[in-house]
């Protein structure tokens, strides 16, 4: 079970970097010109499409074998509030797949301010799944 957990938490290292990277990158992508934009789309796109979806996936598949190894007796709430957090970084992660494919047609002279604001609550998400972790989960 120590090669599923830590093939868990690369995965998840992977595609947590991936998801802020992006959303960073989004941030500034309005800076561009025309043509720069452009190709950056292409560039997040290859980004979501090839590293980020593929290692949610296979985070989420070692995770639901870790699942069937959780001691039910020991409090859950920690599990529980876990999963709540790591639901919402699953959204934003949909969320900026859908940035990202509105940008591979098109140039955006927004502010960027929905992109920056993304990068903070996917930041805010990952302090949540990490103290539900490493605090609030009983020491076994």
Request: hydrophobic share 55%; proline share 1%; with cysteine.
């Amino acid at each position: 079970m120590a090669y599923v957990k830590l093939l868990h938490v690369l995965f998840i290292f992977i595609w947590i970097g991936n998801l802020l990277a992006l959303t960073r990158l989004l941030g500034y992508h309005n800076k561009l010109d025309d043509a720069a934009q452009l190709q950056m789309g292409k560039i997040y796109r290859r980004m979501h499409l090839f590293v980020g979806l593929p290692c949610l996936a296979l985070a989420f598949l070692f995770g639901s074998v870790l699942i069937l190894q959780i001691d039910q007796e020991k409090g859950l709430s920690w599990f529980i509030l876990k999963l709540i957090f790591a639901s919402g970084l699953i959204l934003c992660e949909f969320i900026c797949g859908h940035f990202i494919s509105l940008l591979t047609d098109k140039t955006d002279h927004s502010r960027g301010v929905k992109y920056k604001v993304l990068h903070g609550v996917c930041g805010l998400l990952l302090i949540g799944v990490l103290t539900s972790i490493y605090i609030l989960k009983p020491s076994i």
